[in-house]
């Protein structure tokens, strides 16, 4: 009986035991299904969270700019007629930036610049948003981002320099004073219309209130003349060229300068004078060739350079807003600080780098005996046309 009893005990022992561990069992697989729960709940929310980020990133992203205002002077002739298109497609400020196109031209003008305006919308340029076509020059300049000063007077045949530069003094200064007074007002500002560098002297006097680093003029098609040159003599893609300079005035005492350039090659970077081991080209053909190639230009076109000029002054403010690339620089007619000795007050042709929308004159180039006479001639040439401008307002 007592062995009966215990046995009893013992089994009911189990029992219980068997049962309290059931229990606790499933109590340990409850535990586990909340926390597989809870931790299938945080993935879900970090998902859902970081997809409402990457739209709420997206968004700005995909939003577009707020278009940007382009002023074309001289929109009715051959240049104004090959940029505002490259403008329009957008080559002059990127492939993403929309833009307004503000043309303005002479009242003779006025109805082929209405057939410019024409074909720009029968273009439908997507980042095209708008098209002012004007003879009023405060209409043109209101609201104004880039400037591009196309339009000059042409030296005709029998003119003196002074009643050239007379007659650009003239408009100039009334063009500057309407940019003062309608542009925005960090308006950059691109002359291309010759005399190039003293045109943008004479805006800069009389529009003073425009910050004289934001008035430019174009010496990039002389850079880019170059960069040809020396691809072809070369036989090397263009591309693989950098770091040419052009010196001084947009005229025929300008200085091509390849002593610091280099080209890309399968071995890696090599100097141009190396690859052409061809000083006297260099130091006399070449820089002719550069030099004279608008002339040569209209010799063969019996017409000036439009379509090159265009596509320079494209590079020439695509590079200034976005950015020249790393380990390069590009020539432009800037506003002389003292570099390189040039005198201040000039506007002269520096190789620049440029950054977040500001341009920089490259600083500690090697500047030989040969190089320092044709700096100086051009230079000299500049004081001249500087003196002759003030003559002329005077």
Not at 266 to 282: C, D, F, I
Not at 303 to 315: G, K, N, V
Request: hydrophobic share 45%; net charge neutral.
């Amino acid at each position: 009986m007592v062995l009966l009893h215990l046995y009893k005990n013992i089994g009911l022992d189990c029992f219980d035991f068997n049962r309290n561990c059931l229990f606790h069992l499933s109590v340990f697989e409850k535990m586990e299904n909340i926390v597989l729960f809870q931790k299938i709940l945080l993935v879900l929310f970090t998902i859902a969270f970081f997809w409402k980020l990457i739209k709420y990133m997206w968004s700005f992203l995909s939003m577009e700019k707020e278009p940007l205002t382009v002023l074309v002077t001289g929109a009715a002739g051959q240049i104004g007629y090959a940029i505002v298109p490259m403008i329009a497609r957008g080559a002059m400020l990127g492939p993403d930036q929309p833009v307004i196109l503000h043309m303005l031209d002479i009242e003779p003008a006025a109805e082929s610049l209405n057939g410019v305006k024409m074909e720009l919308i029968d273009a439908a340029f997507p980042l095209l948003r708008g098209v002012v076509a004007t003879t009023d020059v405060q209409e043109a300049c209101t609201g104004v981002n880039i400037a591009v000063m196309v339009g000059g007077f042409p030296r005709k045949e029998g003119m003196e320099r002074k009643d050239v530069m007379s007659k650009n003094v003239s408009i100039y200064k009334a063009q500057a004073s309407a940019l003062e007074k309608n542009a925005a007002a960090d308006v950059k500002v691109l002359v291309v219309a010759n005399p190039a560098n003293t045109n943008a002297l004479i805006l800069k006097e009389f529009a003073l209130s425009i910050p004289q680093k934001n008035i430019t003029c174009l010496t990039r098609l002389d850079h880019n003349r170059t960069l040809g040159q020396i691809s072809e003599k070369l036989n090397v893609h263009v591309g693989d060229v950098k770091n040419v300079v052009i010196w001084g005035n947009h005229s025929s005492t300008q200085y091509p300068d390849v002593n610091h350039a280099t080209v890309t090659t399968s071995s890696g970077e090599k100097p141009v004078r190396e690859l052409v081991a061809n000083g006297q080209w260099l130091n006399k053909e070449f820089i002719t060739t550069v030099q004279q190639r608008g002339a040569a230009i209209i010799k063969a076109r019996k017409l000036s350079s439009a379509l090159s000029a265009a596509s320079s002054a494209c590079d020439h403010i695509r590079d200034w807003v976005l950015g020249t690339p790393k380990g390069s620089w590009v020539s432009m007619g800037v506003y002389s600080d003292g570099s390189y000795g040039i005198q201040p007050g000039l506007v002269y042709s520096f190789p620049v780098t440029c950054e977040k929308g500001q341009w920089s004159i490259v600083q500690g180039l090697k500047i030989d005996k040969f190089s320092r006479g044709k700096l100086d001639a051009t230079a000299q040439e500049l004081i001249e046309e500087k003196s002759l401008a003030y003559s002329c307002l005077n």
